[in-house]
């Protein structure tokens, strides 16, 4: 069942998304050739700690994973898509970074994802970047009232593909809220006018995921993160979206 937020709810959750819409333009700035993934996870712990919220991810045990995650933030590297624990790898000139972060603040979740260059990159990563972020700028203009989930997901494959690359089938976006995962499930593929009917005062995660190659994954080493099979580049990017007066309100943003 797809839960429909309160005007109060969702009051509390831009406040939330705000916030950590701050926290990634910080992270942001820490990103450079040299700087450990650790150190970027500390950057997120003590971000969080300040504004007395806390991390959503931190000890979060997904039906996918044996064992609960042991940070807040997410750190995949070129091929690594998703999840991928910080470490003491060291970030280097032309790699590119997806950094996941979600705060859980006054009780509700708030959840968001951008791909950075580290330094200098090739072009074709600058355009798997483009083509990512564009995707889901694209998505969040068909979340509107009368549309379905299908609509989102038939957008964001048409586009992807249409650039050359790949749109990613094994994981989603998903609703949010009290729970960091609602319903419904979010594909980013898919057919027009199929799915659950997009309602005011739905609140839920558009979460495009693109592959240089071939969409296919398979778990990293770590346990929790996924990467490309082919070992191709990938990017993520995502927003907790809301709908209010009809269309989308973008909750994780400044």
């Not at 994802?113 to 083509?131: C, N, Y």
């Not at 980013?188 to 592959?211: D, H, S």
Request: hydrophobic share 35%; proline share 4%; with cysteine.
């Amino acid at each position: 069942m797809i839960k429909i937020k309160t005007e109060k709810e969702i009051e509390i959750m831009a406040e939330g998304g705000k916030i950590l819409a701050k926290i990634m333009e910080k992270l942001k700035e820490a990103v450079k050739p040299g700087i450990k993934t650790k150190d970027l996870e500390k950057l997120a712990k003590e971000l969080i700690k300040k504004i007395g919220g806390k991390c959503s991810f931190l000890g979060y045990k997904s039906s996918k994973s044996e064992k609960p995650y042991p940070a807040c933030l997410c750190t995949s590297i070129n091929e690594e898509l998703v999840h991928v624990p910080p470490s003491n790898r060291v970030l280097k000139e032309g790699d590119i970074i997806s950094l996941d972060i979600g705060l859980l603040w006054k009780g509700y979740h708030l959840d968001m994802a951008k791909t950075f260059p580290v330094g200098k990159i090739s072009f074709e990563a600058q355009r798997l970047i483009r083509v990512t972020k564009k995707a889901l700028k694209l998505a969040i203009k068909k979340a509107k009232v009368g549309n379905t989930f299908g609509d989102i997901g038939n957008t964001i494959q048409r586009y992807v593909q249409g650039q050359g690359f790949s749109v990613i089938r094994e994981l989603c976006g998903h609703g949010i809220g009290k729970d960091l995962h609602e319903e419904p499930q979010i594909l980013n593929y898919g057919k027009r006018k199929t799915g659950p009917k997009i309602k005011e005062g739905m609140v839920f995660c558009i979460e495009p995921m693109v592959a240089v190659g071939d969409w296919h994954l398979e778990k990293t080493k770590d346990g929790f993160g996924y990467k490309t099979k082919d070992n191709s580049l990938c990017a993520h990017f995502e927003h907790t979206i809301a709908i209010v007066e009809g269309k989308a309100k973008i909750l994780t943003k400044p």
